[in-house]
């Protein structure tokens, strides 16, 4: 006997079900798209953002030297060089991209981590010149360039910060002041290399 097309168990399941088959797995596809696109946004940034901060645990513990260790924080980043010969390297790493992220990695002279997902944008880069601008002006004795760069540091809750690490902190209250800038200890544990990179 030949069986008619409509008499099929999946023509009998379609017309059973409300709607049929077809609308469900329509419903199915337009909830999936619906959740991706709000996802990626949200998930993407962490994703690319983790491999950047697996590699600034790498290129970090890995330096043996000051020259090493200013490579790994990149022209993002900055070694913090504390009054006491002690130091912190933060290497910082961004996307403007529309699935932008950002990571901060820090290392202290005695082998601690710190990391930060806050978006610094270029002022680590910006800190380091006018560092450099204030002690071309102290060298050449130029009261009025020298005020021009001290200036540039007031205003700025991140600059004084930085500032402050420099001039007057002890290592363990320079961490506090990076945990004042949206920094917190890390749950890395790999060790760093013993780096004397002081001045």
């Given at each position: 006997m030949t069986m008619?097309?409509?008499d099929s168990?999946?023509?009998q399941a379609t017309a059973q079900s409300p709607g049929g088959i077809a609308p469900r797995w329509m419903l199915v596809l337009i909830i999936v798209l619906i959740w991706t696109a709000i996802a990626t946004p949200f998930l993407l940034p962490k994703y690319t953002g983790w491999?950047?901060?697996r590699q600034s645990f790498?290129?970090?513990a890995a330096a043996e030297d000051r020259e090493e260790l200013m490579d790994a924080v990149t022209r993002l980043g900055v070694v913090l060089d504390l009054p006491d010969g002690e130091w912190i390297a933060i290497r910082y790493r961004d996307s403007h991209a529309w699935y932008g992220y950002?990571?901060?990695v820090a290392l202290t002279s005695d082998g601690c981590w710190l990391e930060s997902w806050h978006h610094f944008c270029g002022q680590f880069a910006h800190y380091r010149n006018n560092v450099a601008r204030l002690q071309e002006a102290q060298e050449h004795?130029?009261?009025?360039f020298f005020e021009v760069a001290r200036s540039a540091f007031e205003g700025h809750e991140h600059m004084q910060a930085m500032r402050r690490i420099e001039t007057q902190c002890s290592l363990d209250q320079a961490v506090e002041e990076l945990l004042g800038m949206h920094f917190v200890v890390s749950s890395e544990t790999r060790p760093a290399q013993s780096v004397?990179?002081?001045?």
């Open positions: 008619n097309q409509s168990p999946l023509t491999n950047e901060r790498a290129l970090l950002s990571i901060a004795g130029d009261p009025g004397n990179a002081s001045h």
